[in-house]
C-alpha cells in the first residue's frame, strides 16, 4: 500500500480546524472517497460539524472501559500494573464508527496522561487505533487534532502524508503553526501546508503570506457568519457555506497522495 490519503488537521483552538476537517471530509466524498472522520482532540466536536446534531450518544474510544480492559488486559486508568502495550484493534473501526452522510466518525476521546512518556491503557488502545487507521486501511482519513501532535506516534506521524495547519490572519495562530512545524519536522512529518481561514478581504490574505514563512498556503477560507448559523441549526458546516466548500473543493484536487505525485 498505501495510496490513501492521511491527512491530519491542527493548529491552535478556535481557529476553525474542526470546521475545516468537516469541510475536508464532505469534499472527499464527494470526489468519490471513503472518508473516515477521526476525532481526536479531547474537545470533540467533529460529529457536530459532519452534521449528526446530536452526539452524546456516541462513546469516545477512551472511554470504553470494558473494551479497553479486554484488549489489553487492564483496567482503564490502572497506574503500576501490566497490560499490552500493542492491542488488536483492526476488527474495532465498523464496530464502533457513525456513519453520516458517507462520512464514518470515530471519536477517540480524553486520554489522562500521567507525564511525557507515560502510557496507560486507554491511550495505549487508543494509539493502536490511530496507528491501525493511517497505515492499514484503505481509507482517506481525516484527523482533527488539537494544537499539539507530539502525542501522534513516530509511525502514526510517518504515514500521515499531509499536515494541514489551520491559522487565521493574526499573529498568534501563525506563531503556533510554526511550532506545530518545528515538530512536526521532528517527528518525520514532513509534508506541511496551511489553511488560511476566516479570511475577510485582501489585508487578511496578505498577512497570511507575509507570516506564512516558506510554508505553502493549500487553501483560504473566507470568514463566514453561517457557520455559526449551521452551528445554531444543527447543521453540518458546509451546509451553509458554499463558497468555504468550494474552496475546499479546490484544495482537494491538489492533495494527492505521496507515491501519486
Ligand atoms: N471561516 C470561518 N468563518 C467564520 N467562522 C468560522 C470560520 N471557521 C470557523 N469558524 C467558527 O469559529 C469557531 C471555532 O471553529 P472550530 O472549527 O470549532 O475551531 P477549532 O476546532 O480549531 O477549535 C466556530 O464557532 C466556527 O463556527
Ligand atoms: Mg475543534
Known sequence: MDTALKIAVSGKGGVGKTTVAALLCRALVESDRSVIALDADPDANLAA????PFDDGIVALASMQELIQERTGATSGTVGTFFKINPHVADLPE???QEKGGIRLL???TVKQGGSGCICPASAVVKAMMQHLVLYRNEAVVMDMEAGIEHLGRATAQAVNHLLVVVEPGMRSIETAHAIRALAGDLGLTRISLIANKIRGKADEDFINAHADGLAI???LPFDDNFMQADR???????LCPEALAAMRAACARLVP????
Do not use: N
Open 233 to 239: 441549526q444543527r447543521l453540518a458546516a458546509w451546509e
Open 107 to 109: 471519536k477517540m476521546g
Open 49 to 52: 460539524a459532519i452534521g449528526i
Open 218 to 220: 493549500l487553501a483560504r
Open 95 to 97: 464496530k464502533l464508527w
Open 258 to 261: 505521496p507515491d501519486m505525485g
